[in-house]
């Protein structure tokens, strides 16, 4: 028989967040790992019903046998849900008793885009700037030529030059994704980057939107370059007016420290991303058939998209180590598309 002394230290050691729960289904204790998984202190979750946890489902009735419920969507405190394995198994000495394990098998869609579509975004963006760009340039010097000799043609022509242009434009962003080089990274603070991306916003596309602020002010710099993340919230509080439509509501940019452990599907060991990010908005959320696609080049659901700015703000954060999803959460729901970023130095730049 294991001493109870060797079955606390395991309880608290171990990698799976695990909860004590009582015959009145009041958790009684939890283990660092569940802490991490809630984003709540060991006390916190102390005295806490277990379906106000994890939502109502597979929280298991008093047993006297081990069981188990796969693959269960887990609605967390916070909004956020997590596909999971929940096993019980009764507590020895205390009838009515049982210890919950939670396997996570999916956190979302955070960071899964980061082997096939960044690499087909890179490829393609290489192959369409060396194919496409360098005769455009010829296209429009012709229909200039043309609007000069001939003032019936200005129409056409004027036409012709627009949408060069706007090809131009769509090479020129897919050329971000070409550039091999590492970024320049240093401590930054992120909240100065967020009022500049905001400022952005107000001054032209999101000056009809209400953007909100909720912000961690302990929050420590995070690792980055200012000017990509600048580029990646631009894009975001774009992406989020755009989604918004004609639906009343606001944007959130949220700050706040998560801590633990993250395990990035290419990285080797699991990583400290404790800066996150959320860029929030009450539209009503892409359609079903394209939202796990959303972060690959070329998808979109806007009519005059070029579905580039999701796969851009993927390569960018990527390229800081980080991690990114979009996910729909809370009630009512919304769309959250919430960044994990490396911690700066102890000051901000």
Not at 214 to 234: E, I, K, T
Request: proline fraction near 7%; hydrophobic fraction near 45%; glycine fraction near 10%.
């Amino acid at each position: 028989m294991i001493p109870i002394e060797t079955a606390a230290a395991l309880f608290v050691a171990g990698p799976t967040p695990c909860l004590a729960v009582d015959d009145g289904d009041l958790v009684c204790e939890a283990n660092p790992a569940a802490e991490t998984l809630f984003n709540m202190a060991r006390a916190t979750l102390r005295g806490r019903r277990i379906d106000d946890l994890i939502g109502p489902g597979p929280t298991g009735a008093p047993v006297v046998a081990p069981y188990a419920a796969y693959d269960q969507t887990l609605a967390l405190p916070d909004g956020r849900s997590i596909l999971a394995d929940v096993i019980g198994a009764p507590f020895s000495g205390r009838a009515g008793w049982r210890v919950l394990s939670i396997h996570i098998r999916a956190l979302g869609p955070l960071g899964h885009r980061r082997d096939g579509g960044q690499r087909t975004a890179t490829a393609a963006a290489a192959m369409l700037a060396h194919e496409i760009k360098n005769p455009l340039s010829a296209i429009r010097g012709a229909a200039q030529l043309l609007d000069r000799n001939d003032d019936e043609t200005a129409p056409l022509t004027g036409l012709i030059r627009d949408e060069v242009d706007r090809i131009t434009r769509l090479i020129d962003r897919m050329e971000g994704f070409t550039d091999p080089r590492p970024l320049a990274r240093s401590s930054q603070n992120i909240h100065a980057i967020l009022a500049h991306a905001r400022e952005i916003a107000a001054q032209g596309f999101g000056r009809h939107i209400e953007i909100r602020e909720v912000y961690d002010p302990s929050l420590p710099p995070v690792l980055g370059n200012r000017d990509a993340l600048v580029q990646v919230f631009v894009n975001l509080i774009k992406n989020a007016v755009e989604a918004m439509g004609e639906t009343k509501g606001a944007i959130t940019l949220r700050t706040a420290y998560r801590s633990g452990l993250i395990k990035r599907t290419d990285a080797a060991a699991p990583l400290a991303l404790p800066i996150e990010v959320c860029v929030i908005d009450d539209g009503p959320g892409a359609p079903a058939d394209i939202v796990d696609h959303l972060f690959e080049p070329f998808v979109t659901s806007k009519r005059s998209g070029g579905g580039l700015g999701l796969a851009l703000v993927d390569k960018l954060v990527s390229d800081h180590g980080g991690m990114v999803e979009l996910v729909r959460e809370g009630r009512p729901a919304r769309t959250v598309v919430r960044l994990l970023l490396p911690r700066g130095g102890d000051r901000s730049a």
